[in-house]
């Protein structure tokens, strides 16, 4: 290696949709550098193109242009089974509808990903009990995402992102559908998790609120990065 | 990972049960319907060739004249069969176990207040081992009797039932026609025979006897021919039919003016068309077997559609699109699978109470039960195989944003 790479690097991605006259410049030209350990809230009204960025950090989605760099590994060359295995090994998503598998229970929800990598019954277990009593909801294992409380739900989402002890933590909108008190709970969840475990963060959210338990505030507009600046921790 | 998944799609049909017991309904009626109609269908051919074996194993019969198809009956003009003819194959036909000749007649057979009309037929002892008749009670004709043609009978069981009801008929004392006869056998039933005749309502008497006081002439109408275990029939009626040709003066050019009747051969023409017919109502049930798959199909892709969100998580935490597809493809083979065993338990309880039904012998196709169980997981990869596809190739982004 050259030089050493920070954990996320962008640099000149552009993301468009449609062609000639209807094209949409999702992304326009964004370079960003997130290193290891960060708190990283990424805003913007709707349409700024944050949820775009979103999916192309977390593999889900592949830039038109420029390149990506995760882990030292270049994304933009990876073929698309390449994605799914960066997905299973270094990040660990978070949802704002909290996307649980309903009917199923907390403890099964948590075990998924390990599933896919194949980890033994047992050993999976034991992980997922540890997750879920990283997030304070060792006593509610054996409970169905609808015998759950909004708050209690994406406690379930972030130990199942937990589980695999990625990289980092991709939130899309983790507290969109959740009162304030709920919100309160989850985010000094996140912050504890950034702190404590020293894992990377991503999240995208519209409220100022919610940004400001971040180390660092990036907001969009119209594709393109308008700040980028350092922020106190919120208390 | 294959048995995570096979968990997992288990876990899947059983979190909604009554959508995946309809599911499998196409699937149970149609390897059902395949069970049943190919295990009645052998047990109707198993029926009829044991039937045709009751009239004797291996049997030939020769009569005289010959059967038209215009309708005339009979030849009237054939000489009938003699004795001398009966000894002939016995003596020079190779090939021949037994040889029975036969003067039949019918007659009112009479004892106390009770009376029937039945088939009086004289012959002797090969007559038994040639028509497969076993002794129940009593003794077959003695040598003496035979020789003599004494006034004694050995009659079938319907005749015994009619006659005598329950009550014990060796050594009592029958009126056949206008004489009077000891019965001193009685034979084992044999039940109907294929055609439906009762193979039971018969007198036997020495041949002596019935020529001399019944038919009144040593004409014999029949000639009963054993052929050798492992012989073909063809082939000793080919010898027959030369044998009785010299015999009866059946210069070249002219047709027989006898019958041989092979046993064997219609034996196999009947199986051969119940086969044929089994087949075929397997062939109809085997389609439904077909809709069942699409029934599966269609449930899959509705499946595919209601969880887009599932799959968008799965694909989106790490899953391979061809993980997805397996665990589709296996929901779909399980649910398949399941459905055509218990399609084989309906399948089999049902025939089972069908051939009781029927009175058919129960016939257990393993092969069927095995072509349908490989046939009904196939049913699942077939069909499954397209919305397990769909799955896979979803969008996980777009996936997630489902409603």
């Not at chain 2, 589709?328 to 084989?344: N, P």
């Amino acid at each position: 290696m050259a030089q050493s790479r920070s954990l996320i690097e962008l640099s000149g991605v552009h993301k468009h949709y449609g062609e000639g006259e209807s094209e949409v410049r999702a992304l326009d030209g964004i370079d960003l550098r997130i290193e290891r350990g960060e708190f990283v809230a990424i805003m913007g009204a709707s349409g700024s193109g944050k949820s775009t960025c979103m999916n192309i950090l977390g593999c889900l989605d592949r830039p038109t242009a420029g390149e990506y760099h995760l882990a030292d590994v270049k994304v933009t060359d990876l073929p698309g089974d390449g994605l799914t295995m960066l997905r299973r090994h270094y990040i660990g998503f978070v949802f704002q509808g909290f996307n649980l598998l309903a009917r199923t229970s907390a403890l099964e929800n948590v075990e998924l990903p390990l599933v896919y990598r194949r980890v033994p019954r047992a050993k999976r277990e034991e992980r997922a009990l540890r997750a879920l009593a990283l997030v304070g909801l060792e006593d509610r294992i054996d409970h169905a995402p609808s015998q759950l409380s909004g708050g209690q739900q994406q406690r379930v989402a972030i130990a199942r992102a937990l589980v695999t002890e990625p990289e980092i933590l991709m939130a899309d909108e983790p507290t969109g559908n959740l009162d304030s008190a709920r919100t309160q709970e989850v985010m000094e969840l996140l912050q504890q998790l950034n702190r404590d475990s020293g894992i990377t963060i991503v999240m995208v959210t519209h409220e100022p609120d919610v940004a400001s338990f971040a180390k660092r505030s990036i907001v969009f507009r119209d594709g393109q990065i308008l700040s980028d600046t350092p922020q106190e921790e919120h208390a | 990972m294959i048995w995570a998944t096979i968990f997992m799609a288990l876990r899947e049909i059983r979190r909604n049960t009554l959508r995946s017991v309809l599911t499998m309904l196409g699937v149970v009626i149609g390897v059902g319907a395949v069970i049943a109609l190919v295990s009645v269908g052998r047990g109707a051919t198993a029926k009829v060739t044991e039937d045709i074996g009751k009239l004797g194993k291996n049997l030939l019969t020769v009569s005289a004249g010959t059967f038209s198809r215009g309708g005339g009956g009979m030849g009237i003009s054939a000489p009938p069969l003699r004795i001398d003819d009966a000894n002939a194959i016995r003596r020079d036909v190779l090939g021949v176990d037994a040889v029975a000749a036969a003067a039949a007649s019918s007659a009112q057979v009479i004892y106390g207040n009770s009376n029937q009309r039945t088939s009086v037929t004289g012959s002797d002892n090969s007559f038994f081992q040639v028509r497969a008749y076993v002794v129940e009670k009593g003794r077959l004709f003695s040598r003496a009797e035979t020789q003599s043609g004494a006034a004694s009978c050995v009659i079938g069981s319907t005749v015994r039932a009619n006659l005598f009801q329950a009550r014990d008929p060796i050594g009592e004392t029958i009126r056949v026609g206008t004489i009077a006869c000891q019965v001193v056998g009685l034979l084992v039933s044999k039940g109907q025979a294929g055609m439906g005749q009762d193979q039971d309502d018969l007198v036997v008497m020495p041949m002596r006897a019935v020529q001399r006081r019944i038919t009144g002439n040593d004409n014999i109408q029949s000639i009963f021919v054993a052929a050798r275990e492992g012989e073909g029939t063809g082939v000793v009626a080919d010898r027959l039919r030369a044998l009785l040709r010299q015999r009866r003066h059946r210069s070249e050019g002219l047709d027989d003016d006898f019958t041989i009747r092979d046993m064997a051969e219609i034996a196999e023409t009947v199986t051969g068309a119940s086969t044929a017919l089994t087949a075929l109502l397997g062939a109809i049930a085997a389609v439904s077997l077909v809709v069942g798959g699409i029934g599966i199909m269609n449930i899959m892709l509705v499946s595919v559609t209601e969880r887009t969100r599932e799959i968008g998580i799965r694909l989106a935490i790490g899953a391979f699109g061809s993980e997805v597809m397996l665990q589709f493809l296996l929901e779909a083979t399980v649910l398949s699978t399941l459905g055509g065993v218990i399609g084989i338990c309906f399948g089999l309880v049902g025939s089972y109470f069908a051939a009781n039904a029927m009175s058919l012998p129960f016939v257990l196709a393993p092969d069927i039960v095995a072509l349908s169980f490989v046939f009904s997981a196939l049913v699942g990869v077939v069909f499954g195989y397209l919305p397990a596809r769909k799955a896979a190739n979803l969008d996980p982004i777009e996936a997630l944003r489902h409603e």
